[in-house]
């Protein structure tokens, strides 16, 4: 009665068309369920308002009057979501399936062109053959509207992406285990002047890994990643090139030191061989290194620096080389207010193809960004919530700024069979 009353409301109708494959699910699971199984079940409506000052992330000093008709580049957004989740244990302890559903809707009072429907699918099946031999297999899918990270936008870009990956891990001993990983990722642009960025991965791991009776875990491994760019023609492909392979050496750590705090990280050697550029080939060391501390069961700190590479987003880098730090602090105000605080600040070392003949070096571009949340419980199953995020995006030494500050207010409803499910199965998880 509830969900059917807020579906009339403007910019909701979307959300009625909802994945049949979802009550699928729930009837395979309860058809394979022993008598004493319980299905866990979750849902939850998601209503919000956003004001948004920059959603174009025109940089400073645009003649908006020229580019956008009106005098002002700020923009409000509509947002409605429907979620579902479901975990339901399939004969034992050990196997399980899960599911996880998102369809959503965001109609802007401006930038009419950037309105789109977002799609999500996250669908897991945790398994044991033998106290030997356990695994999972997963499937996703992300459908949402493109925002680069170090680049303008592009017009409205719906970006689709897949992944799916199984893992088989042989149990040596009780904490001992050899996992072997198989993932397929996908990603495909709906804005002409992104296709170059659209690509498959196939990706192979072999791991070694460690558990402790108290948490602590340590794993060594490598992983071997080949990545195509199916649709980059041949001025793309001359700067950047259509097909490169990583090596990736690594060990990750997570320490529980105690109770209260946690340590973690992983450290790797990243080789990149390029098929057709090979005088760009690179060995990078990169790390992630992180801690969590509370000192008290309403508090939680915790921060994290990386050292990563990630493909860049405009069609004259390879890739950049990212160095940055990032710190929350979460705060239970009171039994039914949480408070949550972040910052970061990330350096962005942009790489330019080594060709006869190239520009110059590109100049670096730093990124920061300073966040708030506050989430209140109204009632059972009620939250509302508001959040800001203001994110600037400048090039060292002068040139390209651009600042971005959005501020959402929502009211969220969760219905749960079970206490902690939405909790568990992700839904609506917010940083």
Known sequence: MFVSSVLQIPGCRALARWPRWLGLGVVCG???????????????????????????????????QTLLGRPDKRDSTMSADLRAAMMAPLGSDGTRLELVATQGKR?????????????????????????????????????????????????????????GSSELALRVTEDLSVPLTLERLSVRHENPQNQFLDRNDHVVQLALRY????????????RRTGVDYPNRGSADAAVLDTHYTDQLHFVDVDWVYSPMTQFGGRLGLLQRHYDSLSD??????????????????????????????????????LYFLSSGLRVGLDWRWSELTRVRLQASHDRQQNQIANLPGASPAQADNMVNRLGASVNYTISRGWRLYAEGLRDR????????????NVFRLGLEYTYESVAGTAARAGLGRRP
């Open 280 to 317: 760009n080939n690179f060995d990078h060391r990169l790390a992630t290194l992180r801690a969590i501390y509370q000192p008290s069961p309403l508090t939680r700190i915790d921060a994290e620096w990386g050292r990563r590479i990630y493909d860049s987003s405009t069609p004259s880098a």
């Open 211 to 222: 558990t402790s009776p108290l948490g602590s875990a340590v794993q060594l491994g490598s």
């Open 30 to 64: 309860g058809l394979a369920l022993p008598a004493q199984a319980v299905v866990e079940l979750a849902v939850q409506l998601d209503t919000s308002w956003s004001s948004d000052s920059n959603p174009l992330r025109l940089p400073a000093g645009s003649d908006v």
């Open 393 to 404: 995006f400048t090039t060292v030494g002068g040139g390209t700024a651009i600042q971005q």
């Open 107 to 163: 109609q802007y009072q401006h930038e009419t062109q950037l309105d789109h429907e977002v799609r999500q699918l996250d669908a897991r099946l945790y398994w044991q053959l033998t106290p030997l031999w356990r695994g999972r297999v997963t499937y996703g899918t992300d459908e949402r509207l493109y925002q680069p990270q170090n680049n303008v936008q592009v017009g409205r870009d719906l970006m689709r992406q897949q992944v």
